[in-house]
């Protein structure tokens, strides 16, 4: 069975210093990940995918997700977060014709 | 621009009513479609896939003869909330993949409010 770990419930960071989103995943084959941002009462937004390739990919909004298959993480960076980016972010696996299993999500707070 | 609509965005309705959840792929085709439910506060579970022309596919313990699901054409599934109850009260996601590429879009979510 698949499953999405995001270990981290709720995070806070002050305007301007650097982001880190952790996520395990448990797949028997090789993984389609995501990172998905959802504002408050929003649908999803794709902020970046990992298919298969380069392990570090970017993706929109300044962020960037690095696949490590040794740890099973795909955990989303960013160097300097916004007030703009306080949302909450959901890790995913699988995709396409796949069903798309969530992680429980991290709720994201900005402070001036 | 989005790719993928829901309809409508939010509804209140009272309990014992149903009530009927539009996705729509905007630009392609979607022989598969896939309905999600989100609780207050917790993460998205898959609720059912919808098939164009055929029975949609439950996730174990969905109940299909409550959350009835039709995918008339290649470009529309609903959802229809029969005789909704407040525990039926969440917010309603859909997503539909692009056959050529495989991506995955997501409709924008529809909040019910049972009363």
């Known amino acids: 069975a698949q499953s999405v770990t995001q270990p981290d419930i709720h995070i806070t960071v002050s305007e301007g210093a650097s982001l880190e989103l952790r996520c395990n995943y448990s797949?028997?084959?090789?993984?389609?990940l995501f990172w998905y941002v959802q504002s408050p009462g929003q649908g999803l937004q794709l902020l970046l995918k990992?298919?298969?390739?380069?392990?570090l990919v970017q993706g929109i909004k300044g962020f960037e997700a690095e696949f490590k298959r040794s740890q099973s993480s795909f955990n989303l960076r960013k160097p300097s977060v916004h007030w703009s980016d306080a949302a909450e972010y959901f890790c995913?696996?699988?995709?396409?014709?796949?069903?798309?299993?969530f992680g429980i999500g991290t709720k994201l707070q900005v402070i001036p | 621009g989005a790719v993928v609509s829901q309809h409508p965005s939010w509804v209140i309705c009272k309990s014992g009513t149903s009530v009927k959840i539009e996705c729509r792929s905007l630009?392609?085709?979607?022989?598969?479609m896939f309905w999600y439910r989100q609780f207050p506060k917790q993460s998205l579970m898959l609720m059912a896939t919808?098939?164009?022309?055929?029975?949609?596919?439950?996730e174990q313990g969905v109940e299909k003869d409550k959350f009835l699901i039709n995918h008339a054409s290649l470009t529309l599934s609903t959802l229809t909330v029969t005789s909704a109850h407040p525990e039926d009260s969440s917010f309603y996601i859909c997503?539909?993949?692009?056959?050529?590429?495989?991506?995955?879009?997501f409709g924008e979510g529809s909040r019910l409010t049972v009363l």
């Open positions: 990992y298919f298969s390739g380069d392990t």
């Open positions: 797949y028997g084959a090789t993984p389609y």
């Open positions: 995913a696996l699988g995709g396409g014709y796949q069903k798309v299993t």
């Open positions: 630009d392609f085709q979607a022989t598969t």
């Open positions: 919808s098939n164009e022309g055929s029975k949609a596919t439950y």
């Open positions: 997503s539909a993949p692009r056959e050529a590429t495989g991506e995955l879009f």
